[in-house]
Structure formats: structure tokens, C-alpha cells
């Protein structure tokens, strides 16, 4: 199995930054792709962004020219740098990871950090 930790959310102004992390732990697996999902209430999880094991990265174009993901593949962390937030960015955000036990592929989330953009 594989641990999520995540932290780094808040409250920060419209047009501000924040920078998420997640961390991941947990023996004999092959981690394939970390990612962000984010959800607000009444609405489906949506995803935000991704990176897998080789930098491949995808977004959502919500996101897309203020988010960037990163990755540290010694350390299994992901990272979400958010700048010029805005109102509509405001949820709880997810971290999301992709894994195989030998041949069978799992995923595990973290438990979410609150992430509020104030206008």
C-alpha cells in the first residue's frame, strides 16, 4: 500500500500563490503517475494536473499557464506550484497516486488540503 501526505494549502488573496505537496511512502511498489484532483461541494472531483514517472505532465485548462507540476522520483513527491489564483480556484485538493505491485496497478489519495482564493 502507499500513503498519501499532503500539505501546503490555505488562504491566500486572488492573484497570490501557494505551493502543495505530497509525499508518498510505502515499499515494493513502481510508482507511475502522481497527480492533483480538486473538489468543491455539490460538484464531481475533477483532476488539475499530472505528472507521470518519465515528466510527462497533463492539465486541466482551467489551470493551464498558471499551475505547474513537478516531481521528485527519489523522494516519490509531487508538487503543485498554483500562481495568479483566482475565487473559482477554491476547493479541497486531492493528491492522487498511480502504483503497481509487481503487475497489478492500484491508486491511493491523500486526504486533501483546503485550498480558498478570497477575492
Known amino acids: 500500500q502507499v500513503q498519501l501526505v499532503e500539505s501546503g494549502g490555505g488562504l491566500v488573496q486572488a492573484g497570490g500563490s501557494l505551493r502543495l505537496s505530497c509525499a508518498a511512502s510505502?515499499?515494493?511498489?513502481?510508482?507511475?503517475?502522481m497527480g492533483w484532483y480538486r473538489q468543491v461541494p455539490g460538484k464531481q472531483r475533477e483532476m488539475v494536473a499530472s505528472i507521470t514517472s518519465g515528466g510527462t505532465t497533463n492539465y486541466a485548462d482551467s489551470v493551464k499557464g498558471r499551475f505547474a507540476v513537478s516531481g521528485d522520483n527519489a523522494k516519490n513527491t509531487v508538487y503543485l506550484q498554483m500562481n495568479n489564483l483566482k475565487p473559482e480556484d477554491t476547493a479541497v485538493y486531492y493528491c492522487?497516486?498511480?502504483?503497481?505491485?509487481?503487475?497489478?496497478?492500484?491508486?491511493?489519495w491523500g486526504q486533501g488540503t483546503q485550498v480558498t482564493v478570497s477575492s
Open positions: 510505502g515499499s515494493g511498489v513502481t510508482m507511475d503517475t
Open positions: 492522487k497516486a498511480e502504483f503497481r505491485v509487481v503487475t497489478w496497478k492500484y491508486a491511493s
